[in-house]
């Protein structure tokens, strides 16, 4: 399922917030929470690539989870920024159609 229509920074995290929970099994997730902290590991962080691909057609490096070590709530900036820079290199496309 792509979530491709405009999204609010806080629509974004509480989907991120979705993600982080089913791939680590957790009920609550907080916006400073790191994904390692909480236990996610190489798998999970597997998991959770495919699922921002999926939902937000992005595309996060597996490294962002590990080496950039990232809150929710930074992670979901990351996004909103990814997909504001995709719209934006492709409104000139849909122009021309």
């Known amino acids: 399922m792509r979530i491709l229509a405009r999204m609010t920074h806080d629509d974004i995290t509480a989907r991120l917030r ?14 400073q929470d790191h994904f390692l902290e909480l236990g996610g590991d190489s798998i ?11 939902d937000f057609d992005v595309e996060l490096p597996l490294a962002t989870l ?11 900036a990351f996004v909103e920024k990814s997909r504001a ?13």
């Open 66 to 76: 590990f080496l950039n070590d990232m809150t929710l709530v930074e992670l979901a």
């Open 44 to 54: 999970a962080a597997t998991l959770c690539v495919s699922a921002v691909a999926r």
């Open 18 to 31: 979705q993600i982080w929970a089913d791939v680590l099994n957790l009920t609550t997730i907080e916006d």
């Open 85 to 97: 820079q995709t719209q934006a290199a492709l409104e000139p496309l849909d122009a021309r159609r």
